[in-house]
């Protein structure tokens, strides 16, 4: 599970803006070229999902499985996401690692990452998103649009974000999974948390700090079982980061949430794209997983992404 330390190399000086210094900002020729290839491949290729539920009824099939203590996992997938379920598409080798490479980078910051570090968040991505109880789909397409314009090309981000879409048009259909129409579930629940959350058995994930922790069980009226703190995202601090979740603390997060998970008890989480696996672990011991995302920031009045505004954390942070 660890990933090979000694293929890393140096890692940047603690403090230091590594994440917005990668040697890898540019695409080569080669990913320029072969995401032609993925534009004629996918953009005429329809995307079509089967069998979407609506918010309230959602909420209310959320509501049900914990009142009986049934397991539940999410997989809200971004670009993020779909650069790593991309990873190891047949004939995109090269623009398939850069996607994967810069995402990783935007959540862990720079390391000489390998071979071995995508193949395990292709692997445990795909896991995560086959085994999920409700999957979002990535971006709305007006979204895609705005991703990709003639004179500055978000390929990461495009690819990312319209591979997930496809990914998930791919599963609709199965009566196993609810697919749920917007990325941005995390947001459209936010009038719902409270009376999901009360009176519950919650174990917290994230950055957050134990204060905050304490303040948001008091908020929501839940029982906080414990807190399980890891480093921000390197986007988010700048790269300032005295360590990394991954790989230096993953392997005893996912320990503590394996140990912690069971059927009654449900995980409140925030750990980008580790997030999506760990909710999978959740679900596999019985426990009900409940990924908040950035909502977590804005609870603390921080506003973690560009629609995060001044007035959009002001009515909703805790008070």
């Known amino acids: 599970m660890r990933a090979d330390r000694e293929r890393r ?47 309230e009824p959602l909420v209310a099939e959320m509501k049900r499985r914990m009142d009986a203590e049934q397991p539940f996992s999410m997989a809200r997938l971004g670009d993020g996401e779909g650069a790593c379920l991309f990873y190891g598409h047949p004939g995109m080798d090269s623009l398939a690692e850069y996607i994967i490479h810069r995402s990783l980078i935007l959540h862990f910051s720079w390391q000489r990452y390998s071979e071995k570090d995508f193949s395990f968040f292709n692997a445990e991505m795909r896991r995560a998103t086959l085994t999920a109880d409700l999957v979002t789909f990535a971006r709305k397409p007006q979204v895609h649009r705005d991703l990709v314009n003639s004179e500055n090309s978000d390929i990461r981000g495009y690819v990312g974000a319209t591979y997930a879409d496809h990914f998930v ?100 989480m925030a750990a980008g794209l580790a997030t999506k696996f760990l909710c999978s672990d959740v679900r596999a011991r019985g426990g009900f997983a409940l990924d908040v995302g950035s909502v977590m920031d804005v609870w603390q009045g921080k506003g973690a992404r560009p629609y995060q505004g001044d007035t959009f954390v002001a009515r909703h942070r805790l008070t």
């Open 9 to 55: 190399g140096k890692r940047p000086p603690a403090g230091e803006s590594a994440a917005m210094s990668a040697p890898i900002n540019e695409p080569t020729d080669q990913v320029v070229a072969e995401y032609g290839l993925y534009r004629d491949l996918y953009d005429s290729r329809p995307v079509r999902f089967a069998g979407c539920t609506a918010l």
């Open 169 to 268: 048009s791919d599963l609709s259909g199965s009566k196993d999974r609810m697919l749920y129409a917007d990325g941005y579930l995390h947001v459209a629940m936010l009038p719902h948390y409270a009376d999901l959350l009360r009176g519950r058995k919650v174990v917290t994930l994230g950055s957050a700090p134990d204060a905050f922790i304490e303040k948001l069980a008091g908020h929501f009226s839940f029982e906080l079982l414990e807190s399980i703190r890891i480093p921000g995202q390197a986007v988010n601090q700048k790269g300032r980061l005295d360590s990394y979740l991954y790989p230096d603390h993953l392997d005893s997060v996912r320990s503590r949430v394996q140990h912690l998970a069971k059927p009654g008890i449900v995980f409140v």
